[in-house]
């Protein structure tokens, strides 16, 4: 089965691809093709989401709509850091994901995000 990936920040970056996924129980799997060797896995629980890179780039948010979460990224490279998230909307249907949030690292904003999902 295949989805589409489709991110924007504050920045205008943009980020769009098509990728086959697999569902296993609560799990979405499939490869980021917007980074080389890494892999997503979105855990959907009844409140939250889990949203997980794992590969050349590994990063661990947790998204709850209007909480503070907390969250941690890590590259090949050797950069890595903790920062806080705050989740405006977070909506999961069967056809459908949509996330907007903020990242923060002690108490800045280093970026706000929207990510779409659809199968």
Sequence with gaps: MELVFYSLDNDNNKVFFRANYEKINNQIIFPD?????TMIYLTINEDSLLFERKGNTSMTMTLKENIETFGHYENSTGL???FSIVT???MVSDKRIEIEYTLFILGDVI??????ITK
């Excluded at 970026?111 to 779409?116: L, Q, R, S």
């Design 33 to 37: 093709k917007a980074t080389e060797n």
């Design 80 to 82: 890595f850091f903790d």
């Design 88 to 90: 405006k909307k977070l």
């Design 111 to 116: 970026g706000t995000h929207k990510i779409w």
